[in-house]
């Protein structure tokens, strides 16, 4: 077996988050980072674990599992990274895994577990990931600019009765999205 093939194969099949994993994370994938931004108002310990439906022995039993890395059972409001970990490891915890599991992936996460469960997933190839942050936005100039230049290549795959039948879908969408929209 040649040295490449070795490397590959070595990467291949090493499990995640080994250090002979391949390479980084493709560009639709970011490193998981916690959340420690607070907000600019915290919320009341009840209100929150009624809000995400978790028990008062629930956030005890993962403190003492060592999942939380504060005992929220002690504090009388909790902040945004907080909120943030405790979603998560209810997310973690509910998903059906056994105990051994759990910390095993967590392994793998560094404390405190403050990540956004919205955006943080489990690859069985990369092991933890996170969605990128929507931080660009939509040029307009662009986008026409786009739709432009390739409408009258996606015209040209539908038949009059489809394009008819396209055009009404805008229109109908148009219209919905509270723009108003006009035929000629």
Known sequence: MTEQNAEFFRDFLAPPGSEHRCGSLPETWDMPRPELQDMLFDIE????????????????????????????????????????????????????????????????????????????????????????????????DEAFDYVDNNLTNWLSRFDDDGLWELIHEIQDMLQQGGSEATTD
């Open 45 to 140: 310990r009840s209100s929150a674990l009624a809000y995400a439906e978790i028990t008062e022995d629930e956030a005890a039993r993962w403190h003492a599992n060592g999942w939380l890395s504060e005992d929220v059972m002690s504090r009388a409001r909790l902040n945004h990274p907080q909120l943030c970990e405790l979603v998560f490891v209810r997310d973690l915890v509910r998903s059906g895994l056994d105990q051994a599991r759990i910390e095993r992936m967590l392994t793998h996460l560094r404390k405190p577990y403050a990540y956004d469960p919205g955006r943080i997933a489990f690859s069985f190839r990369y092991g933890w990931v996170q969605a990128p942050e929507d931080s660009e936005e939509i040029d307009e």
